[in-house]
């Protein structure tokens, strides 16, 4: 069985030739023209490819401990009430948010936090890991945090009136909530990935409380 190998081709392996600006809304969203170092040849391309734009943005896991239950957040979703499938386009989710300018993603979640559930974090959250959600057709990148807190502070209803932002806290049992994963009924990728983690490593946040 091999290790986990290391990439053959890095970041000067390839040559960006022309991009061009194609929606410029909420979204950006650019066409590239480009080459790259290939497997089987010496180049590939030149390829065309569309690429979103999007800032780098947090999301936290926030977990009172004393309470064993999690703080998530329901919000409406564009993306899932235009999907192919029947599942409710409101969604429930950590908190989370886009870094604004000169904003270190460290800032952007004890913003986020506040904005979106009333709370005010004691200490700064961990930083679990940074991944791109899509790296086929877009280059963000999320910086998942966890942070435990107090869950008794917690404001019902929250949103940024000016950014059309309507949402529903909720506090839930960490069983619940893994219980949901086990069963399907956590359809986003943020979340999925943050209760797995959790799942993985809850008996040593325990310990550590």
Request: glycine residues 8%; hydrophobic residues 40%; proline residues 4%.
């Amino acid at each position: 069985m091999a290790e986990w190998p290391k990439s053959q081709f890095g970041a000067n392996d390839w040559y960006l030739q022309a991009t061009t600006r194609l929606a410029d809304g909420f979204f950006q969203l650019d066409k590239l023209t480009l080459t790259h170092r290939g497997y089987q040849s010496e180049s590939v391309g030149p390829l065309h490819r569309e690429l979103l734009i999007r800032t780098p943005a947090v999301v936290v896991i926030l977990c009172d401990l004393a309470r064993k239950a999690l703080v998530m957040v329901e919000q409406f979703r564009i993306g899932a009430a235009m999907s192919d499938l029947d599942d409710s386009p409101w969604m429930l989710e950590w908190v989370a948010g886009i870094c604004d300018d000169n904003e270190s993603p460290l800032q952007t979640c004890h913003r986020e936090v506040r904005e979106e559930t009333g709370l005010t974090l004691l200490k700064d959250p961990e930083l679990v890991f940074t991944y791109y959600p899509s790296p086929g057709g877009s280059n963000e990148l999320i910086h998942l945090f966890f942070s435990s807190c107090d869950a008794s502070g917690i404001s019902r209803y929250r949103g940024q009136a000016g950014e059309y932002e309507d949402l529903k806290v909720h506090v839930i049992s960490i069983a619940s909530a893994l219980e949901a994963l086990q069963t399907g009924k956590i359809n986003n990728g943020a979340a999925i990935i943050g209760l797995q983690w959790l799942k993985i490593n809850y008996s040593h946040l325990l310990e550590g409380e």
